[in-house]
């Protein structure tokens, strides 16, 4: 996956959780910031392997 999708998809669940926030959906709230999570550490990963590569 690039970054630049990964930083949509990012934003996209930034944008849902505080919406699941604001309608106070605590369950929703708790698996988007699992998934927020998930995206972050996908993002940082494939960053780490680029930079690998270029050693």
């Known amino acids: ?3 630049p ?3 949509k998809i ?3 669940l ?3 959780i505080m ?3 604001a309608l106070q959906l605590k369950m ?3 698996l988007l910031s699992i998934a927020l999570l998930e995206a972050y550490e ?3 990963k494939s960053g780490n392997d680029r ?5």
């Open 14 to 16: 930034q944008l849902c």
């Open 42 to 44: 996908t993002k940082d």
């Open 51 to 55: 930079n690998d590569g270029h050693l």
């Open 19 to 21: 919406d699941a926030r």
């Open 10 to 12: 990012i934003a996209q």
């Open 28 to 30: 929703l709230v708790r």
């Open 1 to 3: 996956m690039t970054e």
């Open 5 to 7: 999708a990964l930083d």
